[in-house]
Nanobody, 116 residues
Framework: QVQLVESGGGLVQAGGSLRLSCAAS??????MGWFRQAPGKEREFVAR????????YYTDSVKGRFTISRDDAKKMVYLQMNSLNPEDTAIYYC???????????WGQGTQVTVSS
């Protein structure tokens, strides 16, 4: 069973950047993704990266601002977030995903807060 631990969240001003990290243990040779949940809203998909293709896919609201990457040797997944705005405020979760895009397991999440 895969265990995921996110880090790198924090408080940043609008226009700023953060880099989230996800440390994985266990079998991680699968599609990995990031999701987020804002207060009062449902958890939503943000980005995913395939294995071994490394093909990436993003939700429209973060295209051109966020970049997902992975280092399989270190069992790490990253989310570089640039040009942050208050609408990006949420708890961000790392996930192992199925080949069809369904999340299979989650980390505990890391809080990202963007002030205006």
């Amino acid at each position: 069973q895969v265990q995921l631990v996110e880090s790198g969240g924090g408080l940043v001003q609008a226009g700023g950047s953060l880099r989230l990290s996800c440390a994985a243990s266990g079998r991680t040779l699968s599609t990995m993704g990031w999701f987020r949940q804002a207060p009062g809203k449902e958890r939503e998909f943000v980005a995913r990266i395939g294995w071994p293709s490394r093909i990436t896919y993003y939700t429209d609201s973060v295209k051109g601002r966020f970049t997902i990457s992975r280092d399989d040797a270190k069992k790490m997944v990253y989310l570089q977030m640039n040009s942050l705005n208050p609408e990006d405020t949420a708890i961000y979760y790392c996930a192992v995903m199925s080949s069809t895009g369904s999340p299979l397991s989650w980390g505990q999440g890391t809080q990202v807060t963007v002030s205006s």
